[in-house]
């Protein structure tokens, strides 16, 4: 069965200064990957997604993932951090299934921005 | 703007009480919900797949009498917790698919749900 790993729970950085969230899978071929972020008490909306082509993927506000098929790994980055990116962050694995997706959410990483 | 409304948002009822979520895709037709269940501080736990027309397949450990799931039409699937206890409560999420070539999942904003 895949998995998915976000080996960081909670991260703090300063307004301003870059970030990058781990993410690594686990499965045999490669899937489909996303990361989704949640504000306390709300439902996910999703960043980006990677399904193939272009291994560094754009998403909305600022975000960008890089797949690395040789680390297994989905990497969250985004240049300049702002306040209002605080929130948990999801990585997330879907495998075809039936014609649609069986997703397997990561733990989750919580981002706490500082002044 | 939200592609799937999800309704109500907050419930807080009775032990003894079943609970109805309504989970509706706004302008797309969605054959297939998800319903998925977040305790604090944890991650989204799968609990059902939702079939147009057809029964729900439950994930193990789900009890599907418990958790009933109906998805008559295209945009509406629900999800009634039946007779309620106190460790139902939870973080309710429901999400759907477009129909499409590599579509991804639009999930509802959540319901939260406390049993007293």
């Known amino acids: 069965a895949q998995s998915v790993t976000q080996p960081d729970i909670h991260i703090t950085v300063s307004e301003g200064a870059s970030l990058e969230l781990r993410c690594n899978y686990s499965?045999?071929?490669?899937?489909?990957l996303f990361w989704y972020v949640q504000s306390p008490g709300q439902g996910l909306q999703l960043l980006l997604k990677y399904f193939s082509g272009d291994t560094l993927v754009q998403g909305i506000k600022g975000f960008e993932a890089e797949f690395k098929r040789s680390q297994s790994s989905f990497n969250l980055r985004k240049p300049s951090v702002h306040w209002s990116d605080a929130a948990e962050y999801f990585c997330a694995v879907g495998l075809p299934s039936g014609g649609y997706q069986k997703v397997t959410f990561g733990t989750g990483t919580k981002l706490q921005v500082i002044p | 703007g939200a592609v799937v409304s999800q309704h109500p948002s907050r419930v807080i009822c009775k032990s003894g009480t079943s609970v109805k979520i309504e989970c509706r895709s706004l302008d797309f037709q969605a054959t297939t919900m998800f319903w998925y269940r977040q305790f604090p501080k944890q991650s989204l736990m799968l609990m059902a797949t939702s079939n147009e027309g057809s029964k729900a397949t439950y994930e193990q450990g789900v009890e599907k009498d418990k958790f009933l799931i109906n998805h008559a039409s295209l945009t509406l699937s629900t999800l009634t917790v039946t007779s309620a206890h106190p460790e139902d409560s939870s973080f309710y999420i429901c999400s759907a698919y477009r129909t499409g070539v590599n579509q991804p999942q639009h999930f509802g904003d959540g319901t939260r749900l406390s049993i007293l």
């Open positions: 499965y045999g071929a490669t899937p489909y």
